[in-house]
């Protein structure tokens, strides 16, 4: 197919356009990146999201498509050849799923918590919740990856991509707040799992570099900053 029936919109910083990114790469489908400048939306993405008005969206002929987990399911589905990224057996497959929420609504919050803490005791309390949710991942990758180096098994696969795409902010928030959030003493499971993750050829430079986002997590603070004291006067 050719890179012009699949148009990608998207943001590079954004962990859910990077999403979308492993699985076209994973399953090595030509496509048309179009930049997004999110504080002037594009009349494109505006007309193919009118709902949410935000990246990723595919589009694919002249069919957009929204939502990175809904994406990459449909990637799944269209481009059904291998490699597959969800799993064939239905169980399997519905646990990826569940897992896939559970870090889009549950765990990552956590990391922006941390990276939010305004004191000590709010810190301790975020640190606190952050490390029981990567334990339970890890405690998942265990049982998920049946002893191989991807939450899919031998392959990279649905989870991977899920869970992968927050790598750089992960290393972002440590570099922030100097706390070591990915341990080899407190989950090695994961830790062995991230560094072959990043080292996929799918991947590779596709994640920004952790100093590029937490320069933009600077920003974004001194903007909230601004906005709290414009608000307040």
């Not at 029936?5 to 699985?23: H, I, M, T, Y």
């Not at 030509?30 to 009118?50: G, T, V």
């Not at 919050?109 to 005791?121: I, K, W």
Request: net charge negative; hydrophobic share 45%; with cysteine.
């Amino acid at each position: 197919m050719a890179a012009s029936d699949v148009k990608l919109l998207g943001a590079r910083p954004s962990p859910f356009v990077n999403r979308v990114q492993f699985a076209l790469n994973l399953k090595s489908i030509d496509h048309e990146f179009i930049p997004q400048n999110l504080a002037e939306k594009s009349e494109l993405l505006l007309k193919s999201n009118p709902v949410h008005k935000k990246v990723p969206v595919l589009i694919h002929g002249d069919q957009p498509i929204s939502e990175s987990l809904v994406i990459v399911q449909y990637i799944d589905e269209v481009w059904s050849g291998p490699p597959s990224l969800l799993p064939s057996d239905p169980y399997d497959r519905a646990t990826a799923r569940f897992w896939a929420a559970y870090i889009d609504e549950k765990w990552f919050p956590l990391v922006r918590d941390l990276r939010n803490a305004t004191d000590e005791q709010s810190k301790a309390a975020a640190v606190e919740k952050l490390f029981e949710g990567l334990k339970l991942l890890e405690d998942a990758f265990v049982n998920s990856s049946k002893g191989k180096g991807f939450f899919g098994g031998e392959k990279l696969g649905f989870l991977d991509i899920v869970l992968g795409c927050y790598l750089g902010w992960v290393r972002a928030g440590e570099i922030f707040t100097g706390l070591k959030i990915l341990d080899e003493t407190k989950t090695p499971a994961l830790v062995g799992w991230a560094e072959r993750f990043a080292s996929h050829k799918a991947v590779d430079g596709v994640i920004p570099e952790p100093e590029e986002l937490v320069n933009l997590i600077k920003k974004f603070q001194a903007r909230a900053a601004a906005a709290a004291d414009a608000s307040s006067k």
